[in-house]
């Protein structure tokens, strides 16, 4: 897919090139079209640009590339020009996204930024022609490097290439600095220290020592994006070894509640084969199943995550200790109300249990070898006769019973619906006998079961 002279050389770095490894090329020959179209018009107008950030580190890495991210050394407003179909997704920062076939990608203009002087973002925004300056305000060497599509070259200043040889993380510039100008890399340092099936990488000296004094720095940094990047590391493949580290190093003690340097139980929770099932948020919740219900709940609303993963979390947590006993009747009852979660639940239960950890509400008795006894039952368990809807509705409660519509017809509905599950009900003949076999009076209608799990 080459057509002669295209794309055509842009603008060249003002930093050395190198070549690029083996991989890379490769990597570079299968690129779309739309990106070498881009790259094209950039250069037509004479103007410099580079792949950087994730796509670069990745393509070295031969991980999966997931999205491609430019620099440019053209303004905003003549990106905007060129590319008609553009969006001006981040333009005060310099950022618009260009359309290509199907997908978007982000080209920053090159900039310089002034100091940092709230820890967070930077006060002033330059724009610039250097793609030296450029990477250096990057923050780990990985993520410092840039390709030139044109030329097939790249432009290593930093030594991103040799640190991902060595595993290392490694701060450009000094790394004390580079952590106080901006709370959240913190969180990003950690974050690449999971390398998948790669393993886990190590900090070199200088920036581990700068996280370990800087941590209260996260303080700063709003809550939707500590959320966002803490949600990544919850979802690595090396999620024990990652949050064992955040744990020693002070760093969670920002954004949960507790004191967690020694918090060994929990941690070595994490490292139960079954944790690799686990997403993110059920990681989070074990993580917290010590903690009390109501921090948990503040601790959630304070990281500003959405109300469907908080409620989630919630749930789960709200669960921890219990356990349905070994009855069929109980076993149905609990797939029922847990539907595809109940194998979760009960893997938590055993991972709770393997490692002496007490929820908030305390445990029931059972030991972890008792719990695998229910995961075999569940996984034997024989599907419902009839599935897990009710067979009968409320119109067919208040034609037998004389009930009107109320509170107790509720109730009723939901007595004989968690009768039917227990029993394996087969049709609606089975639930009118058992319907004429209860002793119900309306007035304590609050009493009778329902189809829940935790009783
Ligand atoms: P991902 O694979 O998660 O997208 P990424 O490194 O591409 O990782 P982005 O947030 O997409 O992360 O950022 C793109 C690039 O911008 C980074 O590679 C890095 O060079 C730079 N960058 C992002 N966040 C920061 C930051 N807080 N400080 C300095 N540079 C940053
Ligand atoms: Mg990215």
Redesign the pocket.
Known sequence: MTREGWPNPALQADVPAIECPTGVIEWLEKLPTSVLDIASKVAEHGGGIWI????V??ACLGIDV??I?FAVSLEPQQMMEIFPDSLPTGIEYGTVSLRGGDQFYEATTLRTESDYEDGRRPEQVHWGVSLSEDLE????TI??MAIDIARKVMHDPHHGLQDIERGMLRAVGQAYRRISE?G??IL?AY?FLDRGTAGVWKFDFELSEALRQNAHMLKAVTHERIWMEWL?ILNGKNVAAVVEKMAHDGVLDCFLPGEWRSQHLRMAALHHPYVHDFDGLTRLALILSESFSIEVEEALIDLKMSKKERTYILDLHSRFGTLPDASLASMRVFRTVLEQHAEQHLKLEIVLRSHDLSPSMGSSNESADEVYGLLEALEELAPLKSGNQSLVDGHWIMQRTGLGKGRALGRLKAWLHRLQIERDLANEGEVEAVLCSLHWTEENHSDWPQLQFPD
């Open positions: 950087v950030g994730g796509a580190r990745d997931h999205d991210d305000r990057r923050d780990f993520n410092a901006d959240l890399r990003r974050r990544k």
